[in-house]
């Protein structure tokens, strides 16, 4: 899903903090943490990260649980007290079904690996499968109550908890303001997609439509693209994805909602989006653009 990085409030301003968008060194993935030394007993054992097509996206399908939990130990960035802080690379689901491997089936090992003893880690704040940055866990069960609680006290009062930063394919007219848009789910070819939904009624409502809304800046542009600042104030999968193709400016590496925006003569437009099936992006300034 594009470039994204995590930032933090401080003293009532955002400051960037270690994210996806940080020095290669410090990632994680295909990087020096991610050939840091393994514990005693697997030094026989591949490097899961060296088998993965490119750094960044995390193919679960090539990893054991074990595994896995090398990879995300290599990915912690901050460990203090109950709290951890760990890079989640773009392809892992945080949950899912019985038997897959997730972030969340292997806390256990998570927990063992740094020596957490008998308290085992929980998930406090974490991005999408589709979505790479910081994971917020604790190990101690009222901390995490505490700060969850915090986190949607926050979002009713549409206070953003977290900032993002995306490249897109375009460059958003106007350069900020809102996103508001109801959205719901539909099954399509076996995939849950988020489908734009124009005036919906109550009816709409009580069958799961949401009402979204997100922030949107943009911090610079060159070349065709931009580098937009999201901030979500609701809570809904492919969020920031579909928002940003709304605007005609999809993020680049969105190959699931990039496909709805088609280009006639120079000029963007929308296809419809119950008709329009993921596929492969190509951005509409590749042949041209030179930097």
């Known amino acids: 899903m594009g470039v994204f990085r995590v930032w933090r409030c401080v003293s009532g301003t955002w400051q960037p903090w270690l994210g996806a968008g940080t020095r290669p060194r410090d990632a994680g993935f295909g990087t020096e943490a991610g050939r840091r030394p393994q514990p005693q007993g697997s030094s026989n054992r591949k490097d899961p990260v060296e088998d993965q097509p490119f750094p960044g996206l995390l193919r679960t399908e090539n990893l054991g649980p074990e595994e896995l939990a090398d990879v995300l130990r290599a990915a912690v960035v901050d460990q203090k007290g109950p709290l951890v802080t760990l890079n989640k690379p773009q392809g892992l689901p945080v949950t899912g079904r019985p038997g897959e491997l997730t972030l969340l089936s292997v806390l ?75 959205l719901k789910l539909e099954r399509m070819d076996g995939i849950d997609l988020a489908i734009p939904v124009t005036s919906p009624s109550r009816k709409d409502f009580l069958e799961g439509v949401k009402k979204t809304l997100s922030h949107f800046h943009v911090m610079a542009t060159g070349c065709g693209c931009a580098l937009v600042q999201l901030q979500p104030l609701t809570v809904f999968p492919s969020q920031l994805q579909v928002h ?45 653009r030179r930097c």
């Not at 009062?157 to 930063?165: G, I, S």
Request: charged residues 20%; hydrophobic residues 35%.
């Open 244 to 288: 940003m193709a709304l605007q005609l400016c999809p993020m680049l590496g969105d190959h699931t909602y990039a496909p709805r925006v088609g280009t006639v003569l120079g000029q963007r437009f929308l296809w419809p989006a119950k008709t329009t099936k993921p596929q492969r992006q190509f951005t509409g300034h590749s042949e041209n």
């Open 108 to 182: 256990p090992q998570l927990s063992q690996a740094l020596g957490l003893e008998h308290r085992e880690l929980q998930v406090v704040r974490a991005p999408g499968k589709e979505a790479s940055g910081l994971v917020l866990l604790s190990s101690c069960p009222q901390t995490a109550s505490r700060l969850q609680k915090f986190f949607v006290h926050s979002r009713r009062a549409q206070r953003p908890t977290a900032t993002y930063c995306a490249i897109t394919d375009g460059i958003p007219e106007p350069s900020e303001g809102k996103i508001h848009v109801a």
